[in-house]
Antibody, heavy 119, light 107 residues
């Protein structure tokens, strides 16, 4: 069974930093590209970042470019999102999401971790 | 970026109703469209991929159609478990983009 478990969310002040982690199990993590997708309270879904299986290809949404860094450790079956210079508008539930093999389709999602940026 | 426009934003319906949700892309995405269902406090769940393919385990009452820029999600007979918010998403290219969502409420 595919499982994606996020951690690392919490309350942080504007301008602060936070590192999210996603622990993957139930599939060969090193063979799949991964994404982070977020959802502000009461709002829709917003894609944040993508990393290919080998980490060679990385994309960011314009809203986070230059502030967020996606990375992965295939030996640890883990995905990360380093978030710096956080703003109030970054407040959201952050989901770790797997891309289906050979496609950009998001087929599995974690349960999400809440990041709140507030003073 | 490809913009995805969903309608309606809210839909009130009764158990047993046939429900149709529309999604339009700002440019052609071929059939690279997915539909997700999300319930409050839960992660989205994949229902339909490549516009019309039912994900394994999804009830056959769900169906998708369309190609290019116009797509629809149809629930043939609304069940109590189907009251949720539905999102379309294009995966033709990055950045991935989602429709604004359609909340299906009990009438």
């Amino acid at each position: 069974e595919v499982q994606l478990v996020e951690s690392g969310g919490g309350l942080v002040q504007p301008g602060g930093s936070l590192r999210l982690s996603c622990a993957a199990s139930g599939f060969t993590f090193s063979s799949y590209s991964m994404n982070w997708v977020r959802q502000a309270p009461g709002k829709g879904l917003e894609w944040v970042s993508y990393i290919s299986s080998s980490s060679k290809t990385i994309y960011y949404a314009d809203s986070v470019k230059g502030r967020f860094t996606i990375s992965r450790d295939n030996a640890k079956n883990s995905l990360y999102l380093q978030m710096n210079s956080l703003r109030a508008e970054d407040t959201a539930v952050y989901y770790c999401a797997r891309a289906a093999s050979g496609y950009y389709l998001v087929d599995y999602w974690g349960q999400g971790t809440l990041v709140t940026v507030s003073s | 970026d490809i913009q995805m426009t969903q309608s309606p934003s809210t839909l009130s319906a009764s158990v047993g109703d046939r429900v149709t949700i529309t999604c339009r892309a700002s440019q052609s995405i071929s059939s690279w469209l997915a539909w997700y269902q999300q319930k409050p406090g839960k992660a989205p769940k994949l229902l339909i991929y490549k516009a019309s393919n039912l994900e394994s385990g999804v009830p056959s009452g769900f169906s998708g159609s369309g190609t290019g820029t116009e797509f629809t999600l149809t629930i043939s007979s609304l069940q109590p478990d189907d009251f949720a918010t539905y999102y379309c998403q294009q995966y033709n290219s990055y950045p991935l983009t989602f429709g604004g969502g359609t909340k299906v409420e009990i009438k």
